[in-house]
């Protein structure tokens, strides 16, 4: 990763070390143990990377991005321990540790899930309390709200639960990518997009591109569950296949999937040069990146 990616990671990783905190009162201590077992395990942190470089792109407030940032990157946490659960897809490994379950508790997991979450929203309600424009800090904060909700991330899991072993016609197949995975990563970049004022004939070109990268996120990811190292990823491999998972490779194959990525980045990376009052590098350059990544 380049180094204006780290330098983002490192002020997210630093805002998350301060979320949950030591305490006097020993239930709580440990509590924070368990949510901070998964939410400072490390990982891309794309997603609040991508709120706070586009706010800087776009010249938005970068204290209420920031913030923004850090609860994005809890909802994200809470949503991967939820999904390692025996009631879901019962896996042993995340960022090649134990899962919170297995680290702990199915109990103190599922608690610790439910305590970021709502962190989350308290830290954004923050935001919108502290922020010079109150107003574009809401819908920004709406925004991520409906994209994590049942017509986003929750209501693509559904889909993914439910359809397990029943192969899925184009359609449905198109909603569950899009809702569990591409909607979370367009959030941050429609958000920052608003935070910044953005008129509304650029945010949707910037829509565009987020729900590009986004859509191609886990087709990669599909192909990694197949082709990935597990000492790289972190994770166990095939397990999209064990469980009978509706996939973008096993409904169109590799060749298809590789080219399709290929051929959606390529999209992006155009919208963004005709979008060529702002420097677009930074975008460009994790575009290239997200095509060939190997975790």
Request: a negative charge; hydrophobic letters at 40%; charged letters at 25%.
């Amino acid at each position: 990763m380049n180094k204006a990616y780290l330098e983002a990671r490192a002020l997210v990783e630093e805002g998350l070390k301060r979320v949950f905190t030591e305490s006097d009162n020993a239930y709580e201590k440990l509590f924070n143990e368990v949510m901070n077992y998964s939410l400072l395990s490390g990982g891309k942190r794309l997603r609040p990377v991508l709120m706070v470089k586009t706010t800087e792109i776009l010249g938005g407030p970068m204290d209420s991005a920031l913030k923004i940032a850090l609860a994005i990157e809890m909802i994200h946490t809470y949503s991967l321990i939820h999904d390692d659960l025996p009631a879901m897809d019962d896996d042993e490994l995340r960022r090649g540790r134990p899962t919170a379950h297995r680290q702990y508790s199915e109990a103190l997991a599922i608690l610790s899930g439910d305590g970021l979450l709502n962190k989350a929203y308290e830290i954004m309600v923050e935001a919108i309390l502290t922020a010079r424009n109150p107003s574009d800090t809401a819908l920004c904060v709406a925004t991520i709200a409906h994209a994590a909700g049942e017509k986003g991330m929750i209501g693509g899991q559904v889909v993914d639960i439910l359809s397990q072993g029943s192969p899925l016609e184009e359609e449905m197949l198109d909603y569950l990518i899009t809702n569990k995975t591409a909607r979370l990563i367009m959030a941050p970049v429609l958000g920052a997009g608003i935070l910044s004022g953005l008129d509304l004939e650029k945010l949707k070109d910037l829509e565009r591109v987020a729900f590009l990268m986004g859509y191609s996120f886990q087709l990669r990811d599909d192909l990694l569950d197949l082709t990935g190292d597990q000492a790289v990823t972190g994770k166990a491999s095939n397990r999209d296949e064990v469980l009978g998972k509706n996939t973008y490779p096993s409904h169109y194959g590799l060749e298809k999937t590789r080219g399709d990525i290929d051929g959606f980045l390529e999209e992006a990376t155009t919208i963004l040069r005709n979008m060529d009052e702002y420097d677009w590098s930074f975008m460009i350059e994790l575009i290239q990146e997200l095509r060939k990544r190997e975790k």
